[in-house]
């Protein structure tokens, strides 16, 4: 670019008659909003290219939602999951954290008024096996302790502690991110 043009794009500015408001017809919003509530924003937590399309593939099949589940590219390593029903989105919400190549999916709900620079993840459920406690801390109460300790405590595994092989103690907890 030349200086000129770069001199001249700097000194631009608005005018207070060029500072005006912009109406925008919301013909289909309310249908709009309506799907985009069924949507989940992620990012893979990594800073090595991921195979995006090969992520979709593998996704798509654990979740068990093949076309039913769209995927958009949003830029900036976002991806938006589209459900189709709510139950879909919950299971996925609720059954993670997801990883593909080892590379950990961040996700978080979608939010009116979210935008591609808006976007953070700053709370990730994660699953925390606790070893080597006493047999007789081994139990939901001392999960529920050492969770809390954590973060927020979202589900202990009762059915690791009803099993008479029970070793470890198994947390899901919401964990701040850094």
Same mark, same amino acid.
């Given at each position: 670019?030349?200086?000129?043009? !770069?001199?001249?794009?700097?000194?631009?500015?608005?005018?207070?008659?060029?500072?005006?408001?912009?109406?925008?017809?919301?013909?289909?919003?309310?249908?709009?909003?309506?799907?985009?509530?069924?949507?989940?924003?992620?990012?893979?937590?990594?800073?090595?290219?991921?195979?995006i399309r090969a992520a979709?593939?593998?996704?798509?099949?654990?979740?068990?939602?093949?076309?039913?589940?769209?995927?958009?590219?949003?830029?900036?390593?976002?991806?938006? $999951?589209k459900f189709t029903m709510?139950?879909?989105?919950?299971? !996925?919400?609720?059954?993670?954290?997801?990883?593909?190549?080892?590379?950990?999916?961040?996700?978080?709900?979608?939010?009116?008024?979210?935008?591609?620079?808006?976007?953070?993840?700053?709370?990730?459920?994660?699953? !925390?096996?606790?070893?080597?406690?006493?047999?007789?801390?081994?139990?939901?109460?001392?999960?529920?302790?050492?969770g809390q300790r954590l973060?927020? !405590?979202?589900?202990?595994?009762? %059915?690791?502690? %009803?099993?008479?092989?029970?070793? $470890?103690?198994?947390?899901?907890?919401?964990?701040?991110?850094?």
């Amino acid at each position: 670019m030349n200086s000129e043009i !770069v001199d001249h794009i700097q000194r631009m500015q608005l005018t207070t008659n060029e500072d005006e408001t912009i109406t925008i017809c919301p013909l289909r919003r309310k249908e709009i909003l309506e799907e985009y509530s069924l949507s989940l924003i992620g990012k893979f937590l990594t800073t090595k290219p991921i195979n995006i399309r090969a992520a979709k593939n593998l996704l798509r099949s654990m979740w068990k939602l093949g076309e039913d589940l769209k995927m958009v590219e949003l830029g900036d390593g976002l991806l938006q $999951f589209k459900f189709t029903m709510e139950c879909q989105l919950n299971w !996925v919400w609720n059954n993670g954290p997801w990883c593909f190549g080892n590379q950990i999916l961040a996700l978080r709900r979608w939010e009116k008024g979210m935008t591609a620079r808006s976007v953070t993840f700053t709370h990730m459920p994660i699953w !925390v096996q606790v070893w080597g406690l006493p047999f007789d801390l081994i139990t939901e109460e001392a999960a529920q302790d050492i969770g809390q300790r954590l973060g927020k !405590v979202i589900e202990v595994d009762c %059915k690791a502690l %009803k099993t008479d092989q029970a070793r $470890f103690l198994r947390i899901k907890v919401e964990m701040h991110m850094e």
